[in-house]
């Protein structure tokens, strides 16, 4: 079955006949079309792929299981001369629609239309991947395994954290990526205690933890890998929440299996973080999904409604962060299977000390 007649399956469930497609990635699952500019429009009998001139000849070549049609002037001539009148209820993504295109296309497509915004319904069944889209986040992780092998070589005292970032972006597309997933986060020192502590100009010291969180595309679809290493001695400090962090870490991936909660993996790794007295310091959720965004579904936090199926691909990555001394982060991707899990990246997890 399609892609397409998956999504038509679960419109059908939702009471709505049509349904318009306008976030790129979305858009790429659906009919494989990568361009930056387009829409999808769904009806029960037909797909229709909108996009301009310039992405002609590229939708000709990537675009399955939809009609291709390419407008040379303005997309909203384009849709009033089809004389697309559409009825009843269509659907749209309540997060990806500006009201200004809303607005236009209200205009275009029939007055009585019914519009209902919807959220994560498509996310939803892109979540559980196809062996082929598996087998492609696999070869992304082995990519990614492969720069954080060569980035130890490269990590010492008197290294600038943007040096480190721009060896990663070169590393991945050396070694067969289209690019990163997302700006790498290089964090040394106190601002390793940073989550999101996207390289700066700050020079690596010795005795310095060093967060490494980075990823690549492969065929679309991403890696995401952190690893968290010592330029030199672990002091007693950074090598006791270091220990924490990957307990907890092995600990969810060793909990991981079909039918759980996804707040319930996230409170595997929680209780452990908790437990050891640095609770208040792990503050954001377990993992993620996986896709052809970096961050999809499904969701592993405490609030997260999701639970978890085979062929769901997503991170587990606890964490502490000490302000004014640093912080650890060990993260890894998994695949959900009928009995557990496999861990696609493979990078050592034991603390590294680089002297």
């Known amino acids: 079955m399609s892609r397409i007649s998956r999504l038509r399956e679960v419109l059908h469930r939702h009471d709505l006949n049509h349904f318009i ?24 009998r037909k797909t ?22 390419a407008y040379r002037d303005d997309l909203i001539k384009e849709l009033k001369r089809r004389s697309l009148k559409l009825a ?21 497509l029939g007055p009585s239309l019914v519009w209902i915004p919807t959220e994560k319904m498509l996310e939803k069944v892109a979540a ?31 290294v600038c954290e943007l040096d480190i970032s721009a ?24 601002r390793s205690a940073l989550p999101h502590g996207i390289a700066s100009e700050k020079i690596i010291e010795k005795g310095d933890l060093v967060t490494i969180d980075m990823g690549c595309v492969y065929d679309g679809y991403t890696s995401d890998l952190t690893r968290t290493v010592v330029a030199g001695k672990a002091s007693q400090k950074a090598a006791t929440i270091y220990s924490i962090v990957l307990e907890a870490q092995c600990s969810a991936i060793a909990a991981a299996r079909p039918g759980m909660k996804a707040k319930e993996l996230d409170g595997v790794a929680r209780g452990i973080i908790q437990e050891a007295g640095y609770g208040d310091y792990f ?6 999904g996986l896709g052809i965004e970096v961050h999809a579904e499904p969701r592993l936090n405490v609030q997260s409604l999701d639970i978890l199926q085979p062929g769901h691909v997503f991170t587990i990555e606890p964490g502490i962060y000490l302000p004014d001394f640093g912080g650890v982060r060990i993260e890894d991707d998994v695949c959900l299977t009928a009995s557990g899990c496999e861990v696609l990246t493979k990078s050592p997890k034991d603390l590294i000390e680089i002297n």
């Open 128 to 158: 559980v991947k196809e062996p082929l889209e598996i087998e492609k986040h696999r070869r992304a992780a082995q990519i990614t395994d492969a720069v954080f092998a060569d980035l130890l070589k490269l990590i010492a005292p008197g």
């Open 283 to 288: 503050g954001h959720g377990l993992g993620h």
């Open 21 to 44: 497609v306008t976030h790129l990635p979305n858009i790429r699952y659906l009919c494989g079309f990568s361009g930056t500019a387009g829409f999808l429009l769904i009806t029960p």
């Open 88 to 108: 009843d209820r269509i659907g749209f993504e309540a997060q990806s629609l500006d009201v200004a295109a809303y607005q236009a296309f209200q205009a275009v």
């Open 48 to 69: 229709r792929l909108f996009t301009d001139f310039r992405y002609q000849e590229q939708a000709s070549q990537q675009v399955h299981d939809a009609e291709v049609v």
């Open 167 to 190: 060896e990663i972006s070169y590393l991945h597309k050396k070694k067969g990526a289209s690019g990163d997933a997302f700006p790498s986060i290089v964090a040394s020192g106190v």
